[in-house]
Each structure stands twice: as C-alpha cells, then as structure tokens.
C-alpha cells in the first residue's frame, strides 16, 4: 500500500484516516494519557520498536482480519483512535475499538467515528455483524446510544452487538432535505437524474423520504447547458443547509466559478451537510471554494490539469466514483445514477435499492 492509498473518510465534525507511520506518534501520547486510559486497563507504553509490527498488523495487514485508523477533527488535529479487528471471514464478525483522548470528549467525535468506521465496515469491507466488550459504564451507555444491542452480561462486562440491518434501519429514520444547485449553465441531465432517483425511492418506500428543491444564487429561472430554462425554488440566502446537497455538472463560466455567493453558501453548508454529492465538473466548484483539501475524489480527464492547478496537493484516483462517507463524487455525468443510488442505499438498505433498480430496468 502507498502512502496516497492510505484510507480516509469524511464526517461533519471529524474526519478518520488510516496513519502514515510517523502518526503513530501520537498513539503513543494517547497511549500515554492517564485519563483517557485509566478506565479501559490503564496506560501503555508503545515505544518506537513496537511501531512497526503494530504498523504492519494492524494498519496494512495482509491477512485482511484488521483496520485502524486516527481519528482527526476538522483542524486536522488527531483526537483519537478507531478500529476493527480479529475480523472472521467466515462469520463476517469482528471487533470493535474506539478511544477519543479525554481533552476531546463531549464535542460528538466519537460518535460520528464510529458511524464512518461502521459505514466502512458494512457497506465497502463486507462486514455484517460488530462486536465488543466493555466493563466502563459511560462506554456501555455510548454504545446503546449508538444504537449497539447488549448480548450478553459477566460481572461489569457486558458485550455488545451491532448488526448491518440494524444500522441501517437507525441511519433510515428520519426525513431528508434534497436541495440540487441550480446555475447558469448547468447540466440538465446531472439534475433531472437526481430529482427521478430520489422520487422513484419516495414512490417505492410508499412515503415522502425525500423532500426535493432547487436552489440558486438567486430564486427565478436559468438557462441550462442545452438551453433548456429550470427555475430556483429560492435563493442561497433564503435557504437552509439541507440534509443531501447535490452540486451538478455543468459548463460553467468564470463569473459562476466565483461568485461569492455560491463560495459563501458552499462553504456554510459544506460541513453541516450530512451527505454531499458532487457530479462531474460539479467538483470544479468544490475546489474554488478551497472544500476539497486532502480529500480523495474521482475526476474526468478533462478536469484533472483545472482541478490540480486549483488544489495541487489534491489525491485523484482512478475510479468512476469515490464514496469519502459524506463526500461522494463522480467523474462523470453518468456516475450521477450511481451517486444517488449509493446515497439512498446508505439511508434505506440494499432491499430498497434492488427495487429502485429493478424498476428502472423495467420501466
């Protein structure tokens, strides 16, 4: 594995990152913390001569059985740690680990790791059950808050369980606001996708799930890439941050790359979003307002000289689309399909899905 395949994923508030060596350094401070360690066994002493069997299990493991990552906030300061391990392919089971050093705690960190984590583990790893251990009281209330089932009960240790159905029903519960950027020059096809997508899901699920508007730079109509006119159900300073923000493709001109009022609604509603999906030269979008950073992302090849003159340290990969857990991105207009399936397979289950599929197959 090269240092550029090092796995991250993207919340609101924290984002987790699989370690360069070097960041082991700081599992040894946390490590080291008698109060983030006094109730989980005490403090460790990991010295430089264990790194790099640690580096080897647990952080490129051959054997498939681990992940580990740090934790970071949105400073880039790491917080904590996250992890599964002792993973058994055949029961497709494992472990579950989560420290937040104690100057971190109670600013939702750890919560929203462990979403990203378990997202990872079910939807990309394969995974369908996780499990843990634990004897700390605060921890075992953390855990049924995350919606983890107790098991099993010896003396203060209670063990937990978390099965991939049921998180998927705890992420599914409530209703969400789809708000698809309308611009002047916009891609018709990047946000008729979308709208059809999210509507067929609300037909399907027999309810209104999705609750789909446009919204522009200012409310009224504009002229799209083919010349085709779609109106802004309202302005961005009318509007709230939604739940899903979709940024379609579009051939937009040097006075929309940077308007400052798209820049300033971008960047509002960039991380409170709970989901982002980015379409084709949508992304072009992301990278003036500076929102793209160290972040993975899949770009079309006529992008990729725009795109590395704007955010040079940018990682782009070889993929048609890159899921960062709350940033997904396509490369393409097609990828929008994609995108949108994804996103409605994180929030209703595969079941759903197969049917939203099935239908437009058959249609």
Known sequence: MKISDLYRRD?????????????????????????????IGGVFAFQEDKWGNFYKKMVMPTDGKNFYCLIFN???VPVGEVSFHGYDSATKIARFNLKVESSHRGQGYGAEATKLILEYFFYEFGGLVIMDTVSNKKSQESFLKLGFEAVARHGNDITFKLTKEKFLVEESCEN?????IVLEGADLLSISGPIEIFSLANKIHDKDIFYIN??????GMVE?????????NSAFSQSEC???????SGKYNEDILNNQKLSDFLKRCYYECE???????????????????????????????????????????????????????????????????????????EEKVVEIINHMENK
């Not at 969400?176 to 698809?180: E, G, T």
Request: with cysteine.
């Open 11 to 39: 919340g609101k508030l924290v984002y987790i990152k699989q370690p360069k060596f070097e960041e082991l350094n700081y599992v040894k401070k946390l490590w080291c913390d008698y109060e983030t360690m006094k109730d």
């Open 74 to 76: 949105k400073e880039d």
């Open 176 to 180: 969400k606001n789809v708000s698809i």
């Open 214 to 219: 446009t919204i522009g730079i200012e409310e």
């Open 224 to 232: 799209t890439s083919s010349g085709f006119k779609l109106s802004a």
């Open 242 to 248: 939604p739940n899903i923000l979709i940024i379609p």
């Open 275 to 349: 989901m982002v999906l980015v379409i084709d030269s949508g992304i072009m979008l992301l990278a003036k307002s500076n929102l793209i950073k160290d972040m993975p992302i899949a770009v079309h090849s006529k992008l990729r000289g725009k795109i590395q003159e704007i955010c040079p340290k940018v990682k782009i990969v070889n993929k048609s689309m890159v899921d960062n857990g709350r940033v997904m991105i396509g490369s393409s207009i097609m990828s929008s399909l994609d995108i949108c399936i994804n996103a409605i397979k994180k929030l209703l289950g």
